[in-house]
T-cell receptor, first 111, second 111 residues
Framework: AQSVSQHNHHVILSEAASLELGCNYSYGGTVNLFWYVQYPGQHLQLLLKYFSGDPLVKGIKGFEAEFIKSKFSFNLRKPSVQWSDTAEYFCAGGSQGNLIFGKGTKLSVKP | EPEVTQTPSHQVTQMGQEVILRCVPISNHLYFYWYRQILGQKVEFLVS????????KSEIFDDQFSVERPDGSNFTLKIRSTKLEDSAMYFC?????????FGPGTRLTVL
């Protein structure tokens, strides 16, 4: 069965710390992978996406993710977080059909 | 920048009542979706809609639910005979180029 799992439920970091949020997928066929962010009280926004090609994907706000096929992973990274990155982050996989979401990782950045 | 809109932002209803959640997708998009997020849980796919018919639905989307595109702009989710466990955020999304754009959500509270 198709699934997306996120390892961390809640991550707490200080400003300027580096971030890596784990995401693993279980998929057959073509893999399209996404990271979405949900700021408090706001809707889901796309951070970045991977369809094919260069496995290192750069997104908005300094985020990037690396697709590692051998590990079935698509981890999200940012070298230096800011207080404004406090939000919930969702990994998702799918195609033009439905998206399957991970449970989300809540990131709290301490100023 | 075009965006997906949803109304109302918050709907409170009594158990057993019917509710209709409304969405206006981005105008040139062809695929539409409903997701829900129960408080503290992951975002779950409910249904996708293309060419005026359901293209895919999840196990959650049973006979209690229905979707409709009554005119050229609106996309609605009807929940008949609401139950307490239907309380959740309901997100509409529309799709172009394999990217789903989400609306701000409707918070449904069933009392």
């Amino acid at each position: 069965a198709q699934s997306v799992s996120q390892h961390n439920h809640h991550v707490i970091l200080s400003e300027a710390a580096s971030l890596e949020l784990g995401c693993n997928y279980s998929y057959g066929g073509t893999v399209n992978l996404f990271w979405y962010v949900q700021y408090p009280g706001q809707h889901l926004q796309l951070l970045l996406k991977y369809f094919s090609g260069d496995p290192l994907v750069k997104g908005i706000k300094g985020f990037e993710a690396e697709f590692i096929k051998s590990k079935f992973s698509f981890n999200l990274r940012k070298p230096s977080v800011q207080w404004s990155d406090t939000a919930e982050y969702f990994c998702a996989g799918g195609s033009q059909g439905n998206l399957i979401f991970g449970k989300g990782t809540k990131l709290s950045v301490k100023p | 920048e075009p965006e997906v809109t949803q109304t109302p932002s918050h709907q409170v209803t009594q158990m057993g009542q019917e509710v209709i959640l409304r969405c206006v997708p981005i105008s040139n998009h062809l695929y539409f979706y409903w997701y829900r997020q129960i408080l503290g849980q992951k975002v779950e796919f409910l249904v996708s809609f293309y060419n005026n018919e359901i293209s895919e639905k999840s196990e959650i989307f049973d006979d209690q639910f229905s979707v409709e595109r009554p005119d050229g702009s609106n996309f609605t989710l009807k929940i008949r005979s609401t139950k307490l466990e239907d309380s959740a955020m309901y997100f509409c999304a529309s799709n172009a180029y394999n990217e789903q754009f989400f609306g701000p959500g409707t918070r449904l509270t069933v009392l």
